[in-house]
């Protein structure tokens, strides 16, 4: 699976390399025209190495359990409770993280489970602490079955600052939990709906780590 073992995720590549490219262009004309060049320069050195802190990806320890529930996102929580859940229409228990940019992007399996069916919705991109973000914002959702039968939906929603959602997960995948399946740039939450009865261990406000987090477990 992508970014296994890399410590920075691949799709923060681009950005590092484009920033430190001009920085280095910009060093370069500093010597030959004029000092200014030299404070754009640092500049773009920042824009890199923060670049280098948003796509960190660190290793994580995700604890066992055959209906354990772990985060999959870094973040705050900010949504607890029984809603309808949009692309199924069960009512579902729903638990929502808030990434802010200073968070870890990469997203993980919650749970171990086949990739039953995936959708896409195009949106709009409010604020992600902004509840209509959760049904009006652009999205990428995998609903997940257990070997039990059980069914949980995962759902990325872009914000105000993300406005790339990447998930690898595919169609009759089996996910591992704790494994890496897809990130959102800049800044983003992730909805996460569980089966009626699930036993929730989180509290509003809390924070989580992905793969690591227990944020419930399944009936």
Known sequence: MRNTHTPVAVEGYPF????AAVAALLALLGQFLHFGFFILAALFVLLALFSVFFFRNPERSTPAGENVVV?????????LGKVTEPHTGAEMEKISIFMSVFNVHVNRAPITAKVADAFYTKGKFYDVRDERASFENEQQGVVLETE???RMVVVQVAGLIARRIV?????GDLLTRGRRYGLIRFGSRLDVYLPLGTRIDVVMGQKTVAGETVLGILP
């Open 71 to 79: 985060a999959p996102a870094d973040g705050e929580v900010i949504f």
């Open 16 to 19: 590092i390399a484009g920033f």
């Open 148 to 150: 039990n039968g059980l």
């Open 167 to 171: 998930c690898y997960a595919k169609v």
